[in-house]
């Protein structure tokens, strides 16, 4: 079965520091994967997505993402956070070639920005 | 606008009582599901149907029933069997290469 780990629950920061939040997968085959963003009071909404090719692939609002295959990872960076980030994240996966299509969500980084 | 619609917004609910969520969508897509979110335990998939006509227990049905008589609609019907229903319960779609969801605004379900 797949599942997908958010090691980060709650992570707060200043406006303009980094940002990086970790995701692990395990699943034994070729994966797409995913982060969304829930805004206070919002629905979950695409960031960013990688399917193939770079590994690198770069989202909204200045969000990348870096899949590292050999590591079962997909962390999610930005270099300078602001308080509009406020929100909380989502790492998803699912199985290319599954019959399902099901995403599995990681439990979820509250991220919380101070001005 | 193709979008997902989920209604009500907001549902109380007295125990022993079946309470029925709405999710509608024009986005043409096959595949629909429904995912329980309750805080510091992510998404969990109650529900998911890839055709009409057609529909698959996720990892916690127990309690939930659902039907898919047409493609633009996927009712979940939370049953006085579900122990603890008071939860955001959120409707995706997703189109046939798996490319992702996209996510109705959800319903907040309470019981009193």
């Known amino acids: 079965a797949q599942s997908v780990s958010q090691h980060n629950h709650h992570v707060i920061l200043s406006e303009a520091a980094s940002l990086e939040l970790g995701c692990n997968y395990s699943?034994?085959?070729?994966?797409?994967l995913f982060w969304y963003v829930q805004y206070p009071g919002q629905h979950l909404q695409l960031l960013l997505k990688y399917f193939s090719g770079d590994p690198l692939v770069k989202g909204i609002k200045g969000f990348e993402a870096e899949f590292i295959k050999s590591k079962f990872s997909f962390n999610l960076r930005k270099p300078s956070v602001q308080w509009s980030d406020t929100a909380e994240y989502f790492c998803?996966?699912?199985?290319?070639?599954?019959?399902?299509?099901?995403?599995?969500f990681g439990r979820g980084t509250q991220l919380t920005v101070w001005p | 606008d193709g979008g997902i619609t989920q209604s009500p917004k907001y549902l109380f609910r007295k125990e022993g009582q079946n309470v029925t969520l709405s999710c509608e969508q024009n986005l043409n897509h096959d595949a629909m599901y429904w995912y329980r979110q309750d805080p510091g335990q992510g998404l969990r998939l109650i529900y998911y149907?890839?055709?009409?006509?057609?529909?698959q227990k996720g990892d916690i049905a127990e309690g939930y029933s659902v039907s898919r008589e047409k493609k633009e609609s996927f009712p979940l019907t939370v049953t006085s069997a579900q122990k603890n229903p008071t939860a955001f319960y959120l409707c995706?779609?997703?189109?046939?290469?798996?490319?992702?969801?996209?996510f109705g605004s959800g319903t907040r379900l309470t019981v009193v």
């Open positions: 699943y034994g085959g070729t994966v797409n």
């Open positions: 998803a996966v699912n199985g290319r070639g599954s019959t399902l299509g099901r995403l599995y």
């Open positions: 995706a779609t997703q189109p046939e290469d798996w490319a992702g969801y996209t």
């Open positions: 149907s890839q055709i009409v006509n057609d529909f």
